[in-house]
């Protein structure tokens, strides 16, 4: 091949990589449709964080994304939810429920036992019964509890930091302290990553539906990545189920 032919191969590849590149570079959008959100803080929030407290920064670096690639801008309003059930708990809100409640734990609502108020099932169901979003378009509940729930399989676990309805207009999330917090995680990267997971599922995000290989805010990819501007956090999967049209 002459030295023009091999000039004009490389061109052409370069253009091809470039226009490759910015089609998956995310844009910056300014115009957006404003999403009104209430966020209920439990009666042991308020008590160790204040109204709204540090979930007033957390919840801007959670409307990054949505705000600037979806134009979906979340505009909180901060609500005290004084009868939440995991601020019944007897136990200490960084406790774990013990062997003998575990007997009484159902993940429904209303919950029958006199056990077992930081089942999060049970507290997420209370948040839709009693604060449904009305004039809002989302709901999201917040304790600083630990919580757990019964897992197909498993059985009792507190390995459930929050809920979300996929579609729907509901998220529960606990609210991590330094002393609940997870060994190698930040607080305020995991707090923003989980609210942003959950929040993912009322736009139609769906858990292990990820692309393979792929990283995505719902499978955790960035619950150790402290840019809080990254405006691209899901999988091309997930980009696909996104709907921003749903709120």
């Given at each position: ?67 600037y690639y979806w134009g979906e801008k979340l505009t909180p309003t ?62 999201m509940g917040n304790t600083i509890c630990k919580v757990c729930y ?61 692309m393979y290989n792929s990283p995505c805010i719902m499978k955790g ?27």
């Open positions: 091949m002459s030295i023009i032919g091999n000039l004009r191969r490389k061109v052409g590849l370069f253009i091809l990589c470039a226009c490759f590149l910015i089609c998956l570079t995310p844009s910056y959008i300014s115009a957006y449709d404003t999403v009104t959100i209430k966020v209920y803080l439990d009666s042991k929030y308020i008590q160790y964080e204040g109204n709204p407290g540090s979930i007033s920064t957390i919840m801007g670096y959670v409307n990054y994304p949505f705000q901060y609500l005290a939810e004084n009868s939440m059930p995991a601020s019944n708990c007897q136990l200490s809100y960084a406790a774990c429920c013990s062997n003998t409640c575990s007997t009484n734990c159902t993940n429904t609502y209303p919950c029958t036992s006199t056990y077992h108020h930081k089942n999060i099932y049970y507290n997420y169901l209370y948040m839709c019964t009693w604060n449904p979003a009305g004039s809002y378009d989302l709901v019964n897992a197909d399989g498993i059985g009792h676990t507190d390995n459930c930091p929050g809920l979300g309805a996929v579609t729907g207009d509901h998220t529960f999330a606990m609210y991590y302290r330094t002393s609940t917090i997870p060994s190698g995680l930040d607080v305020d990267i995991y707090n923003t990553r989980l609210r942003q997971h959950e929040i993912s599922h009322n736009y139609g995000c769906e858990d292990g539906g990820c990819s960035y619950d150790t990545v402290d840019v809080y501007d990254s405006l691209q956090l899901w999988c091309a999967d997930c980009h696909f189920d996104f709907n921003p049209n749903i709120q």
